[in-house]
């Protein structure tokens, strides 16, 4: 496998000054040349011309954040990442790979959860390219590869998931955000090793239920949440009564007996888990008659 080697080219400044003189000097001699008849100085002069100007052709830029990917005939030479004007042989071919941060958002995926729910996810990846050499020579465009291979494990890693969760403990990948994006992280970066990328984070950034089923989803959804509305009232409400039954006992307010307290009690529970508003009856009469 092949790795990156860091060679950074000569500074340029000093060799670009040094070679426009020797052009400017190269061209004054060939003018006086002429001037005198001289063939053998004036062919002198134009191949000094002609390899200064092959000499200037090693001239080249790299950016901040920048790497320049040198070749001489299909070998590899070294990668110069130093900023700045350099130098380097002009037979070597530089290929700019860019070093800086980038994202990515992937399409919105149709698959199949765990349960075999057909839902529509998508993530957000940030990546950096670290091997430059590894970029360039192991895969064939690693920008294309990084966009397909991250959808890959997209894919992989939704089918591995249930979309919600139905038992305490399990992760699901509407309620459990940081473990599969960490999940998700991992597998991508394990896909994407052999191409000199750095995964730096991943963020799920749609998910949702497939448009055919998502109005099912949605109501059961309504029925849990309404089931766990009323057992949190339910749980509530008993302790109220068990609270009251507990306090009219201990100050003696009144004795009840099992029949009076089984009534009190479920007039209580009518009034405490009850949607509307309750109408009270005043009795004015016996409490037994």
């Known amino acids: 496998m092949m790795r990156e080697v860091k060679r950074d080219a000569l500074s340029g400044i000093p060799i670009l000054l040094a ?9 004054g001699w060939l003018i006086t040349s002429a001037r005198h008849g001289a063939a053998g100085p004036a062919i002198a ?9 092959v000499l200037m052709g090693g001239v080249f830029t790299v950016g901040p954040n920048q790497g320049r990917v040198r070749q001489l005939f299909g070998a ?26 980038r994202n990515f958002e992937t399409g919105k995926l149709k698959v199949n959860d765990m349960r075999g729910n ?11 390219v670290v091997d430059t050499a590894e970029a360039v020579f192991q895969v064939d465009n690693y920008e294309n590869y990084v966009h397909v291979q991250s959808e890959a494990a997209l894919r992989n890693l939704a089918t591995g998931y249930p ?43 749609h998910l949702a239920y497939a448009p055919e089923i998502a109005s099912a989803m949605l109501r059961r959804q309504q029925a849990a949440a309404v089931v766990a509305a009323r057992r949190t009232i339910v749980a509530g409400a008993v302790g109220m009564v068990e609270n009251a039954l507990e306090l009219l006992a201990e100050k003696r307010v009144i004795e009840l007996d099992q029949e009076r307290k089984a009534a009190m009690v479920s007039n209580l529970l009518v009034v405490l888990c009850s949607e509307q508003n309750t109408q009270p009856v005043v009795n004015t009469g016996s409490l037994y008659h």
């Open 19 to 27: 070679l426009l003189v020797a052009l400017a000097g190269a061209i």
């Open 45 to 53: 002069a134009i191949a000094a011309i002609v390899v200064v100007s």
């Open 76 to 101: 590899y030479r070294g990668t110069a990442r130093e900023p700045g004007l350099r130098w380097a042989n002009p037979f070597f071919s530089k290929k700019t790979v860019s070093l800086r941060i």
């Open 118 to 128: 057909p839902i529509e996810i998508a993530t957000v990846v940030v990546w950096r």
């Open 163 to 205: 979309y919600d969760a139905h038992a305490d403990g399990e992760v699901a990948l509407s309620s459990h955000t940081p473990e599969v994006s960490a999940k998700l992280k991992t597998e991508i970066q394990d896909r994407l090793e052999k191409a000199g990328v750095e995964v730096i984070e991943t963020r799920v950034s």
